[in-house]
């Protein structure tokens, strides 16, 4: 069975960087894409970027770009996702999410089907 | 960027009720959109995508509707462990979540 598997709660002072790590198991890392959403507490879904295991090429969104950089290892089916210059608006749990591709009536539609546990990230001086 | 806006925030209701809460883009998105329920503490389980398609496992009494700029997600007949937050997310230009809509008892 697909499992996205992230590294555990991290504690940062403003100005450092988090790297949080997502390992995958149950299917082809490098056959679907990897994205990053995170949750601020008590707020909605905010989504970072993807990145292709097969290739490691990346699309980040607008407001992460210069700051966010995301990685894998192939060798052990795992996607990183680093943030740096933390700022007390990073606080918030990270989740990584498999874009599956799913077809219908002859259109096939990529969305998160598989996501890990979420990592909380705490930015505090 | 492609903005989602969903309502309303939060909907009271109990179970067995109908309960419908809608998506609306700002600007067209054909069918590249999907619903997710969250509960506290958990990751998003998607429920719906290309508007209208359910997810394999998911109860019949979800369903959703629309094409372009308005959509819907419908509970049938509201269970106990329906009682969660929805997000409507679309697709069409990298991904836009909507701001969620808490599904309460009443």
């Known amino acids: 069975q697909v499992q996205l598997v992230q590294s555990g709660a991290e504690v940062k002072k403003p100005g450092a960087s988090v790297k949080v790590s997502c390992k995958a198991s149950g299917y082809t890392f490098t056959g679907y894409y990897m994205h990053w959403v995170r949750q601020a507490p008590g707020q909605g879904l905010e989504w970072m970027g993807w990145?292709?295991?097969?290739?490691?090429?990346?699309n980040y969104a607008q407001k992460f770009q210069g700051r966010v950089t995301m990685t894998r290892d192939t060798s052990i089916s795992t996607a990183y996702m680093e943030l740096s210059r933390l700022r007390s608006d990073d606080t918030a749990v990270y989740y990584c999410?498999?874009?599956?591709?799913?077809?219908?009536?002859?259109?096939?539609?990529?969305?998160?089907?598989?996501w890990g546990q979420g990592t909380l990230v705490t930015v505090s001086s | 960027d492609i903005q989602m806006t969903q309502s309303p925030s939060s909907v009271s209701a109990s179970v067995g009720d109908r309960v419908t809460i809608t998506c609306r883009a700002s600007?067209?998105?054909?069918?590249?959109l999907a619903w997710y329920q969250q509960k506290p503490g958990k990751a998003p389980k998607l429920l719906i995508y290309?508007?209208?398609s359910l997810q394999s496992g998911v109860p019949s009494r979800f369903s959703g509707s629309g094409s372009g700029t308005d959509f819907t997600l419908t509970i049938s007949s509201l269970q106990p462990e329906d009682f969660a937050t929805y997000y409507c997310?679309?697709?069409?230009?990298?991904?836009?979540f909507g701001q969620g809509t808490k599904v309460e008892i009443k």
């Open positions: 997310q679309q697709a069409n230009s990298f991904w836009t």
């Open positions: 999410a498999r874009e599956g591709r799913y077809c219908t009536n002859g259109v096939c539609y990529y969305i998160a089907d598989y």
């Open positions: 600007q067209g998105i054909s069918s590249w």
């Open positions: 990145i292709n295991p097969n290739s490691g090429g990346t």
């Open positions: 290309a508007a209208s």
